[in-house]
């Protein structure tokens, strides 16, 4: 897919996420909107896996660790057709399969395991790695995590883990953004300098611009290169990113426009494309 189509993809995305959280009326845009290319990118481009066979034993894995930006992944789904589109509207109904952290057992296409508490995805995707580099299997594990998220301690015992039994076929994906939902990320518990942590643990790290398509297909192309060591792409983004009275405010963590400014952020992403 070339880069002006993942472009249009992402915009898509944008107004699902805007669209499916106003009809919801909860959830959160900020950190869900930051992480849209990060995401479009993987699954339109760089993830294997097979529509047909959803738990083929040969597909690559994704694990949300932060899960309450589920709405990015829910859209992204939607729009492969692991599931109908419309069923995206039902985001946080009593009985819907699109609840506001993924949950395994609604049986959702797509979704591999159950994330919401932070901090725990990473230690998830290094067991993934390790059965299947036990298991002798090509299989790729990618798992998404916020900068806040980096605080948890579990996330570094992970990281050494990971590093010790050289998971090779693990990417870690931070999605940098610099806000959390209790303010400036390094205010509340500085994470800096983050990726001369993941080097000193013994990462393969790759610094991007977490909104330039081309910088994120060629850093899973290192990902995919490196032998030896798992990867932590450390990807600078934009909390709200494409809305632009939303962008780079701590108070857009889980808080729902109004009609209007549903409305104002929907021709917002219309506009960026044309």
């Not at 060591?229 to 889980?254: Q, R």
Request: net charge neutral; aromatic share 8%.
């Amino acid at each position: 897919m070339l880069t002006s189509d993942l472009k249009i993809a992402s915009a898509n995305v944008r107004k699902d996420i805007i669209n499916m959280l106003g009809l919801a009326g909860s959830g959160h845009p900020g950190g869900s909107l930051s992480a849209v290319e990060l995401v479009v990118s993987l699954y339109f481009k760089h993830m294997k896996f097979n529509l047909k066979t959803v738990n083929d034993p040969d597909r690559d894995y994704f694990v949300l660790s932060k899960g309450h930006v589920c709405p990015v992944l829910y859209a992204v789904l939607a729009r492969l057709g692991y599931f109908s589109h419309d069923e995206l509207f039902t985001l946080r109904k009593v009985g819907s399969r699109l609840q506001g952290h993924p949950a395994k057992d609604k049986k959702l296409p797509g979704i591999e395991v159950s994330t919401g508490s932070l901090g725990y995805g990473l230690s998830i995707g290094a067991g993934i790695a390790t059965g299947m580099k036990q298991a002798k299997k090509s299989n790729r594990v990618y798992v998404l995590m916020g900068d806040g998220e980096q605080q948890e301690g579990s996330i570094w015992e992970a990281a050494m883990s990971a590093s010790h039994y050289k998971l090779d076929n693990l990417c870690a994906i931070v999605d940098n953004n610099g806000l959390q939902i209790d303010g400036v990320t390094k205010d509340v518990m500085n994470v800096e300098p983050l990726a001369d942590k993941y080097r000193a643990f013994g990462w393969n790290v790759i610094e991007i611009n977490g909104h330039n398509l081309d910088e994120i297909g060629d850093a899973y192309a290192q990902f995919k290169a490196t032998t030896g060591k798992p990867t932590a792409i450390i990807a600078k983004t934009v909390k709200g990113k494409g809305v632009s009275y939303m962008e780079n405010l701590a108070e857009w963590h889980g808080k729902i426009p109004s009609k209007e400014l549903i409305e104002k952020a929907l021709a917002e992403i219309d506009a960026s494309v044309k």
